[in-house]
């Protein structure tokens, strides 16, 4: 079955740093990816999606990278705010065209002054 | 364009009642999703439909779920017997089919807390 794993539960940064996220998966290869932000209590927001055929995605302070030899996507936020300070989920497709989703459990960001 | 809405936002009942909770999708997205989201985890897919259609369901789904969404429009789930473990945020998405991105937008969620 697939599988899909976040490099880490936490992750602590300074104010200003980049934060690097890690999301693995193994036993698929997805048409795509998607980067969700979910902040306590509420549902996830949706980011970034970024497709098989892509190497690289960028949204103002957001990156995202997909190699599909590795099996492996990462999420970067340059120029880290406390206000990005959240739980991030990767997500993967796995129906085609279903566009059915299997998340992973999100790395907790905290992002201090 | 309200987003999709959820309700109630909180639900507390008590081992063996019958919950159901509501999702509104955004207006013009023909697919919905519910899912389950455990303190820790990430989201967990349990159904989706696209229109009136459901077109899918996890092995999460067990013979006390039910979910409908009769005119392809609004969507209701509903837990029969609740179990301490159904205690979760349930939440809903919805997507359109042919749009430029398969992106899933998320409502805020249900809590059920089942004492």
């Known amino acids: 079955s697939q599988k899909i794993e976040q490099n880490s539960e936490a992750l602590n940064i300074q104010e200003g740093k980049t934060a690097t996220l890690t999301c693995n998966y193994t036993n698929y290869s997805p048409a795509y990816l998607q980067w969700y932000r979910q902040d306590p209590g509420r549902g996830p927001v949706f980011l970034l999606l970024i497709r098989e055929n892509e190497k690289e995605k960028r949204k103002e302070r957001l990156k995202v990278t997909f190699d599909t030899t590795l099996k492996q996507s990462l999420f970067h936020i340059t120029a880290s705010q406390p206000a990005d300070s959240a739980t991030y989920l990767c997500a993967l497709e796995y129906g085609g065209s279903q566009g059915n989703l299997i998340f992973g459990k999100g790395t907790k960001l905290s992002v201090k002054p | 364009d309200t987003g999709v809405s959820q309700d109630p936002r909180h639900k507390i009942t008590k081992r063996g009642q019958n919950v159901t909770f509501r999702c509104d999708p955004i207006?013009?997205?023909?697919?919905l999703y519910w899912y389950r989201q455990t303190l820790g985890q990430g989201p967990e897919f349990l159904t989706y439909f696209q229109n009136e259609a459901q077109l899918e369901k996890s092995r999460l789904l067990s013979d006390r779920f039910s979910a409908e969404r009769p005119k392809g429009s609004f969507s209701t789930l509903e837990i029969q017997r609740t179990e301490q473990g159904d205690s979760a945020m349930y939440l809903c998405?919805?997507?359109?089919?042919?749009?430029?991105?398969?992106?899933?937008?998320f409502g805020p969620g249900t809590r059920l807390t089942v004492l």
């Open positions: 998405a919805s997507s359109l089919l042919g749009g430029d991105t398969d992106t899933q937008y």
């Open positions: 207006s013009e997205h023909n697919r």
